[in-house]
């Protein structure tokens, strides 16, 4: 199943960098949401995107809105990512892969590398908006932050 806009966000419980369980569902009704999946922690794209979120964070939480970052790497790798990186963000640990599986994300290059997908959740739950860049890392967040001033 592929989540669309105007879907409720699913709800699910993973563990972060620090070995603490997030559950999403603590943040609807308090906090819109920018959950992206990315293939892995520290290869080019995705440390590029990682940063250019630590980058704009201060223009996330100004809007109220928690950034959760998502791939099937395990705690400990979340944890050195964030160390050498100085990610200010939360980072989950889908090490088998049932979350991006839940949201239906698709895989890219030739079904060989774990998509790169961006969900725009709203404070009451539903996705508002979906973007779809393999490539476009750095475009994740400028995508969200326009979708979000628009909320």
């Not at 590398?113 to 750095?138: D, L, M, W």
């Amino acid at each position: 199943m592929k989540l669309k806009v105007g879907d409720s966000v699913p709800i699910f419980t993973l563990k972060d960098q620090d070995n603490n369980d997030v559950n999403v569902a603590n943040f609807i009704g308090e906090k819109a949401m920018v959950i992206y999946f990315y293939p892995k922690d520290d290869t080019p794209g995705c440390t590029k995107e990682a940063c250019k979120f630590r980058d704009e964070f201060e223009a996330f939480t100004d809007l109220n809105v928690k950034v959760i970052g998502i791939s099937s790497d395990d705690v400990e790798s979340h944890k050195k990512f964030a160390k050498k990186y100085r990610l200010p963000f939360t980072l989950l640990a889908d090490t088998e892969n049932k979350i991006r599986k839940l949201f239906g994300v698709p895989k890219s290059m030739l079904g060989l590398i774990p998509g790169r997908v961006t969900y725009i959740i709203n404070k009451k739950g539903k996705i508002i908006h979906i973007f779809n860049s393999q490539f476009g890392a750095e475009k994740h967040i400028t995508e969200a932050l326009l979708k979000l001033k628009e909320i």
